[in-house]
């Protein structure tokens, strides 16, 4: 049995419908903190069960059977992550769990982003409870700089701080598809992959593709990274989150989301999605 963890969110629920394409329904557990928000999975024969990161009483349960646990990070980025990773991480190690697969971040034990500070964490804390492991240290996902081009067709620009740095990304049902992939093949299993798309860009690769596509002017304005920082708190945005991805970007400009191992696209034993394909798909809303 196969249970995913954050089943509902971006990255878990696309974990999920290509399990179901790999695997019979039943060998699925879809673990989520609102299971009345996987009701769709549960019509598809999934077993849902509650599995919140902030209740750990509940992931003993959820976990309970289980051969292999896919634990997505948590989204809570500012307060109780690597604490909520912990609790899961005990909760396998106590159901007997014979596969711990981590959604983690590029180069994680290296990365100087500030976000990988809980990744790294967490990764140690999995060495640790000598449960059998494998990190998917996931690089940049499209959908980060595509998911909310409104404003920059609506301004003509994208703001940032990352210069001319280049990112790997990828798009989030690549990831999902090398998560399966490990989750139900045995020669896939090895205990690190670092995961990045197989065409690196930049952001100003990002607004041309926009420009290209919408057929509206979309310019890069590059920013020193404090104030992009204060442009983002003035859009409304809180400080911390504000500071961190104010800092991914000095990261970017750093190089630390630039990669050519193509491991992901070996992975999945076929090319990664384009920028072109991820710009398109939000264009089309």
């Known amino acids: 049995m ?20 790999a695997v019979p329904a039943k060998e699925i557990v879809a673990a989520v ?25 509940t ?31 005990d ?26 500070a809980a990744h790294r964490a967490t990764e140690e804390y999995i060495k640790a409870s000598g449960l059998p492991y494998v990190f998917l240290r996931n690089g940049w996902y499209m959908e980060n700089h595509t998911e909310a081009l ?12 990352s210069k001319d740095g280049r990112i790997a990304g990828a798009m989030r049902r690549d990831y999902a598809a090398a998560a399966v992939k490990v989750l139900t093949e045995a020669s ?36 020193p990274v404090a104030e992009y920082e204060k442009a983002l708190q003035q859009f409304g945005l809180p400080v911390p989150l504000a500071k961190l991805l104010a800092d991914s970007d000095a990261g970017v400009a750093r190089g630390e989301l630039d990669d050519s191992g193509h ?3 070996r992975l999945l034993g076929r090319p990664t999605e384009s920028l072109a394909t991820a710009v398109q798909e939000a264009l089309k809303g």
């Open 188 to 223: 896939a299993v090895k205990p690190v992959y670092e995961l990045a798309g197989d065409a690196p860009y930049t952001v100003a690769d990002i607004a041309a593709e926009v420009s290209r596509q919408s057929g509206k002017p979309v310019v890069y304005n590059d920013m």
């Open 59 to 89: 992931l003993l349960t959820a976990f309970a059977g289980a051969e292999k646990v896919l634990l997505v990070s948590s989204n809570e980025l500012f307060s109780d992550r690597v604490v909520q990773h912990k609790a899961a991480v």
């Open 150 to 161: 409104g404003p920059a067709l609506e301004h003509g620009a994208i703001l940032g701080a």
């Open 2 to 21: 196969i249970v995913v963890t954050g089943a509902t969110g971006q990255l878990g629920r696309l974990v999920v419908e290509q399990l179901l394409k």
């Open 33 to 57: 903190r609102t299971p009345s928000k996987a009701a769709d999975l549960a019509a598809k024969g999934v077993t849902v069960r509650e599995g919140d990161y902030a209740k750990p009483e």
């Open 91 to 116: 909760a396998a190690k106590a159901a007997g769990v014979k596969l711990l697969v981590y959604t983690s971040v590029l180069r994680a034990d290296t990365s100087g982003l500030g976000l990988a």
């Open 263 to 265: 491991e992901l696209s």
